[in-house]
């Protein structure tokens, strides 16, 4: 099934992939070795495809990274950030060993040695303001969202399906806990009430809307353009008895209308362009009440830096991770103040852990749904993602805010934290 | 005693006021209207030299506000956001009623319907980045800070001397118990383990300093520019056994030097000029470990402002509260992430509360070592700051950071809440 979407993933395998291009030359040896340089001397040896070994000064590195034909050594020294990701998915590079820990290893230093001057050079072009329009945000969710709800099925939590950060207060706690325990943080930083009336942009299978509705008796209007998504909500709402409460609109945020006591929005933004900033905190600003709260969860960045190129090209097209200085464009313009900002990005960490576990036991079922390179295209998108969160390299936000003439703020937040567990 | 300072408030006397100005004239009753108009009508009654009174079209004003003379009205006019303060604390102005209420009040009606055109027009010039040279920070400093402790001692807290918000997750809390609870969040906030090095970027008194030394066994370096304070510091220090922890540098942040476990700086940012941001940014980053956690306490803002025009000229020379995204600048640069923000800007108006309500019981003291009109300059700063932390004009953000590296965060912010009392 869906064999059609794995288009987008072809890439071109190798003309002499049979022989392996041949013998390794010193030409080769000397570009590998100007690669490790230019990559901070990672601790990892290259093994080329007559079985030549480059070696790094490091002691006793514990991966491999295998190159299987000159061309995928060409064509990683040419642009490594999209082209690692593309020669991984085609298995004409391996890594041997732990691939979430070589890739913390990368990103620890690429941002603690800086980048390479053309990199920064690239950086103006890269950080140029983006704006989505509505056909081209409904193309970019599509390709993503679309893939199929029982392939997300597979490695989501069951109960909820949450594509979001889960919250880990204790360590312990399985993916289904864990992504209660983030909805109701979530709610408990709205201070939501029985009657509060909430309208959710971007609500992927609809799992918040249905946790406020039923543990907190709020009723939900809840926007998401993703069709198969938005099927699915409707479908677990009705059968869960909880179809007079929640409204799931097949929608584009813009189109929020009416008024609300709360306004939410978890793992929404980083789809919306930052030009659309401005207009999203116009959207909030109408149809919040004045006495209203609101809460944005999000993956965010320490400075301006797009999204990997080859996760933006092959898995989130249009994806963009704002830094805190970039969402104030939404709070800027608007009559709110920001009460409260937590950075949960240990926690993403974690939830990718466990969405990878899951994936690997499911791994040969993905692979019929689609191919195996579909299969090692997100086996590296999980691993990367999780060492991206893991090195500091994303960040995870949830930002809390309310009119600022709004005086109906808890003296501290130990309302958030009084031991009573999640339902 | 210190009369001398007290030039900074001569304001010229009006040379009609025994007169008071003779039978106000219709011109003087269309200049009130217009007056009226443009602060939005707000619910006050102007009574004229004459006793003549406008009232506004809104019922039942609880507020009059005494114009006494005719120059008084039209420097009013000329600049209400300079001019009003001189001429309260001259009396040329009186306000009966509710002081403080008036003024949240008048911030309310500013925010909501917008400042009047040429005042948008002005933004430009004024929001334009501040620059504070070291000799030019000192002058300031001194300016405020230098008044004499036996000032300031007449309505802080008498243990710690915080002149900065307390934190009251207690509505019932005590000002020396709802400091103590400030610098306990802080401390918290910080994870300050025994044994920890501290530097911290503007010490005030240092009770902070002093805090973290005897309840947490940390070992701090403080750094502050005013003579007064830094003696005073010593001295407690000295007093308290604990002078063998706590160092008191009386020189600049700038030219902190070492590294530490810990960086904090409670409210001394209002007075870096945001063109320094980057700069502090860079001292941070030079004095923190690695494994480093850092907080800054600052007044803010929800969009870029200056500091009420007559404060920043009589009261707090070159102090600006920023917005949290001129906050990043500090960040952005730097291999920090933010952690945690949280805004305490109700917590600031009950301090302002409780900081009135005792120098209203000493103002006569206050009178006798400064003049009249020095009480009802500083009595206007009170209470037209507690205003403005009550109307949402003002914010008070914590901002918590660490190393982007630095996974040693714990998985929630329980332990800020666990119910232990503060020492």
Redesign the interface.
């Given at each position: 099934m869906r064999k059609g979407k794995t288009a987008q993933l072809s890439i071109p395998q190798a003309a002499g992939r049979t022989a392996g291009g041949g013998i390794s030359r010193p030409l080769d040896h000397w570009l590998v070795r100007r690669m490790l340089a230019w990559m901070h001397e990672p601790p990892v040896v290259v093994r080329l495809w007559d079985g030549t070994e480059i070696r790094p000064s490091t002691p006793a590195p514990e991966v491999t990274m295998e190159i299987r034909d000159r061309g995928a050594l060409l064509t990683l020294l040419l642009n490594p950030d999209l082209n690692f990701g593309d020669l991984y998915s085609a298995g004409r590079i391996e890594i041997h060993g732990d691939l979430t820990g070589f890739l913390v290893e990368m990103y620890?230093r690429l941002?603690?040695r800086g980048d390479a001057p053309f990199l920064r050079a690239a950086r103006a072009w890269i950080n140029r303001p983006r704006r989505n329009s509505l056909s081209g945000s409904q193309d970019n969710i599509h390709h993503h969202y679309d893939l199929g709800n029982d392939f997300y099925r597979l490695w989501l939590d069951g109960e909820h399906m949450q594509y979001t950060c889960a919250y880990?207060?204790?360590?312990s706690l399985t993916l289904e806990q864990a992504q209660a325990a983030k909805m109701d943080h979530v709610c408990r930083k709205l201070r939501l009430r029985p009657g509060d009336t909430v309208v959710e942009a971007g609500c992927g299978w609809g799992g918040l809307a249905r946790f406020m509705a039923r543990h907190y008796g709020a009723r939900v209007r809840a926007f998401n353009i993703s069709r198969e998504q938005v099927a699915f909500a409707r479908d677990r709402a009705a059968r869960e008895g909880l179809g007079d409460r929640v409204e799931y609109v097949q929608d584009d945020y813009r189109n929020i209308e009416g008024h609300y006591d709360v306004f939410v929005s978890v793992g929404m933004l980083e789809h919306v362009g930052t030009l659309q900033y401005r207009e999203l905190g116009e959207v909030i600003r109408r149809s919040l009440r004045r006495d209203g709260r609101g809460l944005i969860h999000t993956i965010g960045r320490?400075?301006?830096k797009p999204l990997n190129a080859w996760i933006e090209k092959r898995i989130f097209p249009g994806a963009y991770p704002p830094?805190?200085?970039q969402m104030?464009d939404i709070?800027?313009?608007t009559?709110?103040?920001?009460?409260?900002?937590?950075?949960l990005?240990?926690?993403y960490a974690r939830t990718l852990h466990h969405w990878r576990e899951r994936f690997e036991q499911h791994c040969e079922r993905v692979g019929e749904m689609f191919d195996e390179q579909f299969v090692r295209a997100w086996r590296l998108y999980l691993h990367g993602s999780e060492a991206a969160f893991?090195?500091?390299?994303l960040?995870l936000f949830q930002v809390v805010f309310a009119?600022?003439?709004?005086?109906d703020?808890p003296?501290?937040?130990?309302h958030?934290?009084d031991g009573r567990m999640p339902p």
């Open positions: 620890r941002n603690t880990y207060p204790d360590a320490n400075r301006p830094t805190l200085r104030m709070f800027e313009n009559p709110f103040s920001v009460l409260d900002v937590e950075n990005r240990l926690h893991s090195a500091g390299e960040q009119h600022h003439h709004n005086n703020i003296a501290s937040r130990a958030l934290y």
